[in-house]
């Protein structure tokens, strides 16, 4: 099994410590008009074109491999900024990836200067909707109005109120979930030196009963990062009674917010 196709991790514009962790054996850096280039030799077994295909359709091979992608530059990124590949980016020569380097090196100066000393946070809000329809009629003026509506009703035209009041709760819901969504990324965008919104997961891939409300990254300075997590941990307690959740991960690669450019 003949190692020569190159993976690229990430490039860095320090040198990075390939020795600090048993996790970095193996790696490589190639240096080339001043950016320092992460690497490892791997097989054409498992990443020709072909094969690479094959193996992302093998979901234990793909996690292993993408986790151990992301663990890889994590480790890298504690000491030096970094701006990190795709994972299964290949490389078939030297020659051609210096070529990349040189075609896009004003690009890679240009997310430098943007991701410097920073690192990525991924926050998720969820909304239990059963939860916040208990409330309603706290929340909502309109649902609080039509409540002594009803209960001043005869029973036939109280009947009919309620069927009225299911379609404005929905509304109420829709109206509510925005609304506290917009609170909570207002307080933690605050935080943020940039932020990037994402598309919201159906439960059917988050395997979670509650409803996705927010789905963002956040480009947090590292000197910044306590201050971020405190403020996730005041929001996470401001509504606790509403059925709201807040998932935050991190720190991350600034993979959301690296954008790389062939020069003109």
């Not at 280039?37 to 990443?47: G, H, I, Q, R």
């Not at 996690?63 to 890889?72: D, G, K, L, M, T």
């Not at 946070?121 to 409330?135: A, F, G």
């Not at 005869?154 to 109420?172: H, M, V």
Request: proline share 3%; aromatic share 12%.
């Amino acid at each position: 099994m003949i190692n020569d196709l190159i993976y690229v991790y990430c490039i860095s514009n320090s040198p990075p410590d390939l020795r600090k962790n048993n996790a970095l054996e193996g790696l490589k850096c190639i240096t080339f008009q001043g950016f320092y280039t992460v690497v490892k030799l791997v097989s054409y077994s498992e990443f020709s074109e072909e094969n690479l295909k094959k193996n992302l359709s093998d979901i234990t091979w793909l996690e292993f491999n993408a986790r151990a992608h992301v663990r890889i530059i994590s480790l890298l990124m504690e000491d030096c900024t970094v701006i990190p590949f795709k994972f299964g980016t290949i490389y078939h020569t030297q020659d051609s990836l210096k070529k990349f380097i040189t075609d896009y090196s004003d690009s890679f100066i240009e997310n430098f200067l943007i991701i410097q000393g920073k690192e990525e946070w991924s926050v998720k809000i969820y909304c239990d909707r059963r939860t916040l329809c208990e409330r309603i009629d706290e929340l909502s003026e309109e649902a609080a109005t039509l409540e002594k509506e009803i209960m001043a009703s005869a029973p036939g035209k109280a009947f009919l109120l309620r069927r009225k009041k299911a379609d404005l709760i929905e509304n109420e819901l829709n109206k509510l979930t925005k609304s506290y969504g917009q609170e909570y990324y207002n307080e933690i965008n605050k935080m943020s030196e940039n932020t990037t919104l994402n598309n919201l997961l159906p439960k059917e891939l988050t395997g979670r009963e509650d409803t996705m409300i927010l789905n963002s990254a956040f480009l947090v300075r590292k000197d910044k990062a306590v201050d971020f997590v405190t403020t996730i941990s005041f929001l996470r307690k401001k509504y606790p009674d509403l059925g709201f959740d807040i998932e935050m991960t991190g720190p991350w690669p600034p993979f959301s917010f690296v954008s790389i450019q062939e020069k003109l």
